[in-house]
């Protein structure tokens, strides 16, 4: 439905390679067979007994779990609703969560709805290439396209089928095409651009726009998908969605690129300060520990304030710091900009009393 890859794909090579669909129904085959096999499993057995029964039920829902724990905790922060087009029938997609045995369409059992939102996951995964460390994004094109097909249920209860207006099925290998590839050319075109380095685009960031609903509906809110002649509207989030990569990507006006969607939150910079920055705590005790020992290598313990002194190289150090990270960085070390105001404030204090404390021991 999605465009995923199949050895057919490949039919014309030599050797005729396995693709995505079949590579996914092995690993996913195997993985459940081995959870089958571990002590927590509340039957154990071997053969075909595993493929049904509480031994399949607790592999399929250790999986699900596991699968599923970063789309969970995504879905718990963004707060994103069900992108399920109404008047059509349940999809995978409402078959989430805590409620999810409450949600599943009766007449098929809800261990093959989360076997087929397994599928369907892996499938997005094993396709994204590099942009599986865009965990995110995965998340948010796995919630658009779980809310295009339709759970099992009596009408079908061991196949799932697009809903009206989905904008399915697609041609093999569109998913890359469409998907994966605008976004991993959004990254490669940042990095490749004459940028200075905090300006540049990362796979970081990425992930940050998609923490965020609002930023991530500018990908499919408002968007209208073309119609074909004699074809059926797609008016399903994942059709707007897919338009609007293919469209940005193809764009020649760098403000309607997909990467002018992504915004930067935390600013990188080459060069000493940003050593000093990230070693901070090194510099900043190797510092104090050598202005003691000039202190003691000159005067001993003979003069014991004056030990107190090396508060005034922590303060430099400090200083040095939180101007660093506040109008350089851009990004706060402590809890708050404003606590970083206040050490800053803090340790210039320290910097000009310490100052006048010492001119004065020394007049």
């Keep these: 439905l999605f465009g995923f890859q199949s050895r057919a794909s490949h039919a014309d090579a030599a050797d005729a390679p396995e693709s995505t669909r079949e590579l996914v129904v092995d690993r996913l085959a195997k ?69 999810a045995a409450r949600r599943q369409p009766t007449g098929a059992p809800l261990l093959d709805t989360k076997l087929h939102q397994l599928v369907l996951f892996e ?7 590099n942009c599986r460390l865009l965990p995110e994004m995965l998340s948010f094109a796995y919630h658009a396209a779980a809310a295009c097909v339709t759970a099992p249920s009596a009408s079908s209860p061991s196949t799932v089928r697009a809903v009206r207006g989905a904008g399915l099925p697609l041609p093999e290998g569109d998913f890359v095409r469409s998907i994966v590839a605008p976004f991993h050319g959004a990254v490669v075109e940042s990095m490749n651009l004459t940028k200075r380095l905090h300006r540049r685009v990362g796979y970081d960031d990425v992930n940050e726009t998609f923490w965020r609903r609002d930023a991530a509906a500018r990908l499919f809110e408002g968007v209208d998908v073309p119609v074909a002649p004699g074809a059926e509207p797609a008016v399903s989030a994942y059709a707007k969605f897919r338009h609007f990569c293919v469209t940005a990507h193809g764009a020649s006006e760098r403000d309607k690129r997909l990467s002018a969607v992504f915004e930067k939150t935390f600013k990188e910079h080459l060069g000493w300060g940003a050593v000093f920055v990230n070693f901070h705590k090194m510099f900043t005790f190797l510092s104090v520990a050598f202005h003691v020992l000039i202190v003691h290598a000159f005067v001993g313990f003979g003069e014991p304030l004056l030990f107190a002194s090396a508060a005034v190289t922590a303060a430099a150090c400090a200083a040095v710091l939180e101007t660093h990270a506040l109008f350089i960085h851009g990004q706060a070390l402590m809890c708050s900009r404003r606590a970083s105001y206040v050490r800053l404030a803090v340790a210039l204090l320290l910097l000009v009393g310490g100052g006048a404390a010492a001119g004065g021991g020394f007049d």
Aim: hydrophobic share 40%; charged share 15%.
């Design 123 to 129: 499938l997005m995964y094993t396709e994204a290439a």
């Design 31 to 99: 993985n459940l067979w081995n959870l089958t096999q571990t002590e927590e499993c509340p039957v154990l057995v071997a053969g075909a007994a595993t493929a049904s029964g509480p031994p399949a039920e607790f592999a399929a829902e250790a999986l699900h779990a596991k699968t599923f724990a970063g789309y969970d905790r995504w879905l718990a922060h963004t707060k994103f609703e069900d992108l399920s087009l109404p008047g059509q029938p349940t999809s995978l997609g409402y078959v989430h969560g805590v409620d």
